[in-house]
């Protein structure tokens, strides 16, 4: 394995000023790998904020086809990262090789679909209201909209995905996208990981003839504060926990100029099991609930944290079954040992309060993370308690069991925002608790129908968002190529010859992109 030496990347070049070593650890035996990176001082995340400032209004001018080649680029300089890469994240985080050559084909194919839209032009939201000179009591100036890229954008890398949530990610993809310059955190949990691709994102750069402070990344622990902070920055991107999403935004918004937080936090996503259904495939059901919930060793955002089924034999049946399937499941290693030490204080306080009984799972202990099943009285639900709505990291889940229809819209009503729910029926009993769905559009971002929530494809509908705490922003998606108007803002002129607006909103229509004229959507010119 190579051995590395991590300095930290400000304006296209590395920077070393730093004197604290940090190292990263085998996620399996808690050795330290080859080489060591170096904590960035204040003055090195001041200078990688204004390289960002400085890049900004080159980039965000260059022409959409020359982003989407820089975008295209990134995704062919990942795709060529080889089996040592390969080893490397698989260390780092104790996932399998398979799945991380998976989420390399995930982070490349979305630079490449955001490269798309790029060339589509829709990005751009181009409104067009010409003048009505003759118009009574008043005229009407000529108006002209279109959105540009907010600023330099501060992204933190999450843990459970080290390339499609990280260096890469989803947040870089789009804010680059966006035409914003991007400062990189990189996650303490996998630091080599990230100076591979942050290599390969600045040979891109350079191929590309990118501004040199396009890209910028940093190290270190306690560096994030002094980012948000930094008046450069406009928007901040983050997946994580709900401590650190929540002192994010507080932050930001604390700031001189306060500035959105785009964080996507905390999620038990409900997976609501209607009788008929359990009736019919109740012991199919069991197995692939297992698998969803242990898949990854629980360590999805998506991961099924609430199970909910209605009082009858049907479901009982169902819970032997599901406990049974989640006794058989193997202990699995986390991604870094402080998610280890989340997981044990979690399963701590379940086994801790009074109004939840354990099903199944062996007695956590030992260096890997034990599958758990838990069960919970409904009242806990009804009422508001917190700890039965709080994410535990890891490969458990609750179960609860309700009278009837009554008492599970009451037990919905109680839940706080989430990233997904599940819906598991039959044809004909789904039609029958449509109202359902009316129900939980107001409590989550996206709705499944006899599916499993741990997997997010990346496309044009996908949503990856959700009501507080699943995000602090619910009107975005951190998945998906929505994502990118997170990062941008509508700008207007008014009255301005055809000679100085810009080209998305001149007359001739140069770049040929669809645009909302008088009200009606077209891509032709204007006489």
């Known amino acids: 394995?190579?051995?590395?030496?991590?300095?930290?990347?400000?304006?296209?070049?590395?920077?070393?000023?730093?004197?604290?070593?940090?190292?990263?650890?085998?996620?399996?035996s808690g050795e330290a790998l080859p080489g060591s990176f170096l904590q960035a001082t204040e003055s090195e995340v001041d200078a990688a904020a204004k390289a960002a400032a400085a890049a900004y209004p080159i980039y965000r001018n260059l022409s959409a086809e020359k982003r989407a080649r820089f975008l295209d680029a990134i995704a062919d300089e990942i795709d060529g990262l080889g089996d040592e890469f390969v080893a490397t994240v698989c260390r780092e985080t104790a996932l399998p090789a398979g799945r991380i050559q998976g989420e390399r084909g995930r982070t490349s194919g979305q630079m490449r679909l955001f490269a798309k839209v790029l060339r589509r032009g829709d990005f751009y939201g181009a409104r067009i209201d010409r003048a009505l000179p003759e118009r009574q009591p008043l005229p009407r100036p000529d108006l002209r909209q279109y959105r540009i890229a907010l600023g330099p954008v501060a992204v933190f890398g999450a843990s459970n995905f080290p390339l499609a949530?990280?260096?890469?990610?989803?947040?870089t993809a789009s804010a680059l996208a966006a035409g914003?310059?991007?400062?990189?955190?990189?996650?303490?949990?996998?630091?080599?990981?990230?100076?591979?691709?942050?290599?390969?994102?600045?040979?891109?750069?350079?191929?590309?003839?990118?501004?040199?402070?396009?890209?910028?990344?940093?190290?270190?622990?306690?560096?994030?504060?002094?980012?948000?902070?930094?008046?450069?920055?406009?928007?901040?991107?983050?997946?994580?926990?709900?401590?650190?999403?929540?002192?994010?935004?507080?932050?930001?918004?604390?700031r001189p100029q306060p500035i959105p937080v785009f964080a996507e936090m905390s999620s038990i996503n409900p997976v609501i099991l209607l009788p008929e259904a359990l009736k019919v495939r109740g012991e199919?059901?069991?197995?692939?609930?297992?698998?969803?919930?242990?898949?990854?060793?629980?360590?999805?955002?998506?991961n099924p944290g609430l199970i909910i089924g209605q009082r009858s034999p049907q479901f009982s049946a169902f819970l032997e079954q599901f406990s049974a399937r989640m006794n058989e499941q193997p202990a699995q290693t986390m991604l870094n040992a402080g998610a280890l030490v989340s997981y044990s204080h979690g399963l701590n306080e379940l086994h801790e309060h009074p109004g939840l009984t354990h099903l199944a799972g062996l007695p956590q202990q030992g260096d890997q993370a034990r599958p758990q099943l838990f069960k919970a009285d409904v009242s806990l639900l009804l009422k508001g308690d917190e700890l039965l709505q709080e994410e535990v990291f890891g490969p458990t889940t609750i179960v609860i069991e309700v009278e009837d229809q009554t008492q599970l819209s009451a037990a919905l009503y109680g839940l706080r925002g989430q990233l997904t729910a599940t819906l598991i029926g039959e044809a004909q009993e789904l039609l029958e608790h449509r109202w359902l769905t009316e129900l939980l559009q107001e409590k989550v971002g996206r709705i499944l129908l006899n599916g499993y929530p741990t997997g997010v494809e990346v496309c044009e509908a996908m949503v990856h968002g959700g009501p507080y705490p699943a995000t602090s922003d619910p009107r975005g998606t951190s998945v998906g190529t929505l994502a990118i108007e997170r990062f941008l803002r509508p700008v207007c002129f008014q009255n301005y010859p055809d000679a100085l607006l810009p080209e998305a909103l001149q007359n001739a229509n140069p770049l040929g992109i669809q645009r909302l004229v008088d009200g009606v959507s077209t891509r032709e010119p204007l006489s």
């Open 1 to 28: 394995m190579t051995t590395l030496f991590g300095h930290n990347y400000i304006g296209g070049r590395r920077s070393a000023e730093g004197r604290v070593q940090l190292h990263s650890l085998d996620a399996s």
């Open 165 to 171: 949530f990280s260096t890469a990610g989803g947040d």
């Open 180 to 254: 914003c310059p991007v400062v990189f955190k990189a996650h303490s949990g996998h630091m080599a990981t990230a100076q591979w691709v942050a290599d390969a994102i600045i040979r891109a750069a350079e191929r590309t003839e990118m501004p040199a402070g396009v890209f910028n990344m940093i190290y270190g622990g306690g560096v994030g504060e002094w980012l948000v902070k930094h008046p450069a920055i406009q928007a901040v991107g983050f997946t994580g926990s709900l401590k650190g999403g929540n002192a994010l935004s507080h932050m930001a918004a604390t």
């Open 284 to 302: 199919k059901i069991a197995a692939e609930l297992t698998g969803s919930v242990t898949l990854g060793c629980g360590q999805f955002c998506t």
